[in-house]
């Protein structure tokens, strides 16, 4: 898949794990919030951060962070399409002002997601379809 590499200030990516903590003003909800991701039994991150310990950010080993351009007024935003894990252990790292190398790709329009999405469709039902058949040769192969 395409896309081009861009040097990018962390701050300027959105993605899930910021929104939410944005929206969140309590300091318990917050506390809790990463007690959970950061705690050293949570094994869900911990692999993630074992590997930024040992690795770092390794975009020939891992790939980039890949994210979408939104455009508003003058300033870059972005969102983050692949990589929201590895962006929320880099933002707690070195904070909004540092500046990581991602891969900027297209966004789908709403047309190119249908039409992946029946592309998908239309690739599994073919593959039902010839288990089915399958199931029937064996069937009748048992009848004789």
Known sequence: M???IRKVRIGSINGPFRSCLDKTKHK???SFYYYLMFHPYYTAWKGLIESFDEYG?????????????????ESERYTVRDGNHRLHILRERFG???FI?????KNYTKDKQAAKD????DKQAAKDK???????????KRKK
Not at 101 to 105: A, D, F, H, M, R
Not at 118 to 121: R, V
Request: hydrophobic fraction near 25%; aromatic fraction near 6%.
């Open 2 to 4: 395409g896309g081009e």
């Open 28 to 30: 318990l909800i917050r």
């Open 57 to 73: 950010y390794d975009t020939d080993r891992f790939g980039y962070i890949k994210v979408v351009r939104r455009d508003r007024g």
């Open 96 to 98: 909004d002002e540092h």
């Open 101 to 105: 190398l991602v891969k900027q790709v």
């Open 118 to 121: 029946k592309k998908t469709k």
């Open 130 to 140: 010839k288990t089915k058949d399958n199931q029937d040769i064996l069937r009748k």
